[in-house]
Each structure stands twice: as C-alpha cells, then as structure tokens.
C-alpha cells in the first residue's frame, strides 16, 4: 500500500510490530519526493513514535479483526470479557488492561483488537459517565473558576474536576485524556 493512503486510525505494521495511526500529515516539498510525516502508537506499549515515511516506501495493513466484548468482572486473577454473539469469555491481565481500567464499568461494551488470534489491544468508550465516590465539598456559584479539585470515581481513579461538582454528581469523562467533560 503506498503513503498517500496513510490515515489517523489505521493499523499498519512496521519493523515486525503493530501500530495505529495518530496523525498523518502528507507534504509535497516543491520540486522533491513526497512523505508523509505521521505519528503512530504502538498497540502493545502504547509508545507514541514520529515516523517519516518517503514516496516509494510501501508499508504492510496487517490482518486485525476488531470484535465488541462485554466487561463483566474484576477479580484478583484479572478482567474477564465476554463475546455477546459466541458468549466466550475472554481474561485480560491487570497488565494487558493498564490504564483502561480506570475507565471499565460493569456490563460496558469495549472493542479488542486482535492479530494472529492473539488480543493485542482494547478501546472504550470514547465518553463514559460516572458517580463521583469522594471529593471536597463544592462551593455554589463557583462556576465560571477555571480551577479545579482532585475527585475520585467510582472505579477508584483520581481526575480533576471543577470546584461546584459534589459527591454522588453523575460526570461525563472523555477516556483518550481522562478529563471532566460535563456534568450529568
């Protein structure tokens, strides 16, 4: 496949490991070759790399089949998922998971990524909400503050939100930044 159809999104497979396409800017320098200067992330550590690619380097889309699972639990041995259509299920390691798990409800549609038969990444959620578990109080009227105060969420993670929001508010998060979005 040539750059030119080098887009934000896509899998492709470069030096023998799987990357997804972050950005990808095509530049057309005048009288010399085009490139497309693009920043992929690695799907298994999540490492954020710069790349130029040249005209006239190919590179390979790998065979990834992407399926929706259901999370259903945590317990000490891990996450387990389920396929809603076969009802398999499916254990990820707490490592597997990383930073997602801040972000995993019960009963929540995720997407995993596979290659060879292997899971090698999963997606949420672009917004999930959630129940403020624990923060100071809030002070009324403070809205227009661009401060904000540390919260914790039902699933036990720490994000910033602003001063007028009180234990037991619903609260949109966006899961790519983690930051408070609105209040529910």
Do not use: W
């Amino acid at each position: 496949m040539d750059i030119t159809s080098l887009r934000p999104g896509m899998k492709v497979e470069l030096e023998g490991a799987l990357f997804q396409v972050v950005s990808a800017q095509h530049v057309s320098p005048g009288n010399k070759r085009a490139f497309v200067r693009a920043r992929i992330k690695n799907l298994k550590t999540g490492q954020l790399l710069e790349k130029t690619v040249r005209e006239g380097n190919d590179f390979k889309v790998p065979d990834c089949e992407e399926k929706d699972m259901q999370y259903l639990y945590h317990d000490a041995s891990g996450y387990h998922f389920m396929d809603n259509v076969t009802y398999d299920q499916t254990f990820l390691k707490d490592d597997d998971v990383g930073e997602n798990k801040n972000f995993l409800q019960e009963n929540s549609l995720v997407k995993f990524l596979y290659h060879n038969g292997e899971v090698i990444g999963l997606q949420l959620p672009l917004f999930v909400e959630m129940e403020i578990k624990s923060t100071e109080p809030g002070f009324k009227g403070d809205t227009a503050s661009s401060t904000g105060k540390p919260a914790v969420i039902e699933t036990g993670a720490v994000i910033q939100v602003p001063l007028f929001i009180n234990i037991g508010d619903r609260i949109k998060i966006d899961t790519r930044t983690g930051e408070y979005l609105e209040r529910v």
